[in-house]
């Protein structure tokens, strides 16, 4: 599981029982949690803070997912997961989102018709979908709002950019900076990828006084701590 720092997984974390085993990646710090218990065949959690923004995000996710490979430990699943900005009144603050399409927003060109994706530009790709049967699993589990989960380079801060990306992408619940970036890291290694986010603060102009961090992240480690039967019982296959 990826989270972009390190309050994001610490409240990953924090819905899991049992500690966590410090396990060397290249460049980066990995915390193992074993909430399956000391059965061999029971869940394992792989925790990183991938770091900020798709680049990162994905560079790091890549790296754990080549040194899983080459431990002869590949990974069944990848989530990427932290907090976000949620459209209202679709995604209100304190809401969870788990992602039905994980897509970027702003990889393209902008021309003086508008904003191309990067796929009319005839090549690339911008929308990754996770498996329909987990994402249902997850929703009922959690009780998360299903829809888009947009990534961003830059995160939304006016009216004007919101409902811009509403209209290009009407089925938009959420918007954060890594899970396109994490999304690539997994496809490459033919490996299902997952994104929930904890909403913290609307899509649009910015009002730090409205922002309720510590409510998303509490969130965050409530629905989490629903995960664990959900992620042991989905058949990967």
């Not at 909430?35 to 923004?53: R, S």
């Not at 788990?98 to 904003?115: K, S």
Request: negative net charge.
């Amino acid at each position: 599981m990826a989270t972009a720092v390190p309050v994001e997984r610490d409240a990953v974390a924090a819905g899991f029982a049992g500690p966590a085993e410090e396990v060397g990646v290249p460049g980066a710090r990995l915390d193992r949690l074993a909430p399956g218990g000391a059965d061999p065949a029971g869940l394992v959690v792989d925790l990183v803070a991938a770091g900020v923004g798709a680049a990162l995000a994905g560079a790091s996710v890549g790296g754990a997912l080549t040194a899983g490979a080459l431990r002869g430990e590949p990974y069944d699943l990848v989530v990427s997961a932290g907090i976000g900005g949620g459209f209202l009144p679709a995604a209100p603050l304190g809401t969870l989102v788990v992602a039905d399409a994980v897509t970027v927003a702003d990889l393209g060109a902008e021309t003086a018709d508008g904003f191309l994706p990067v796929t009319e530009l005839g090549f690339g790709s911008v929308t990754h979908r996770p498996p329909e049967s987990l994402v249902r699993a997850v929703s009922r589990a959690t009780g998360a709002r299903v829809g888009t989960v947009l990534t961003v380079s830059t995160v939304t801060g006016t009216a004007t950019r919101a409902a811009a990306l509403r209209d290009r992408h009407p089925g938009a619940l959420a918007e954060g900076m890594e899970g396109f970036g994490v999304a690539e890291a997994a496809a490459l290694h033919h490996v299902p990828v997952l994104e929930i986010r904890a909403v913290s603060n609307p899509v649009g102009p910015r009002d730090r006084d409205a922002w309720r961090i510590g409510d998303a992240l509490a969130a965050l480690t409530a629905g989490f701590g629903k995960l664990a039967p959900v992620l042991e019982s989905w058949d990967t296959a």
